[in-house]
């Protein structure tokens, strides 16, 4: 199967996962469980939500997780700040990452977006370098974009 194939079926179990259900917060537990059961050689999966100017955990799934990252600071404040998902080979070389789990090598991390309002991120962790590619990102952009239509999101 390739990429493509695997996030479009992913994708689809998501939608069917979340179906008849539109609470943001139990979407979003869902979401996380699904990507931490079906990406290989991950060690965290879970959303940042945006709190003024900080992310504070939401669902994951992994260890536990910084609580509370300033806009700007690590890959996701950097997502948030720069409204640009983050594609990160080796987390060690980014400058200002911050360590929630010293085991993770790799980081991609989607900002998401209602209208022109963030609501915070997406994020996944590997312990392998290079672990995410174009592929998982364009994948992992679709999976949030299907979690933000299947719901009924947070007010401002």
Known sequence: MSTRQFYDSLAEQLAGLLSGERDWLANCANASALLFMELADINWA???FLHGDELRVGPFQGKPACTR???GQ????????SGESQLVEDVHQFPGHIACDAVSA???VIPLYAGDRCLGVLDIDSPSVARFDAGDLAGLQKFAQVLLEHSD????
């Open 74 to 81: 690590g890959v996701c404040g950097t997502a948030v700040a």
């Open 153 to 156: 999101l947070p007010a401002a």
């Open 106 to 108: 790799s980081e991609v």
């Open 69 to 71: 990252i300033p806009v």
């Open 46 to 48: 879970g959303l940042y």
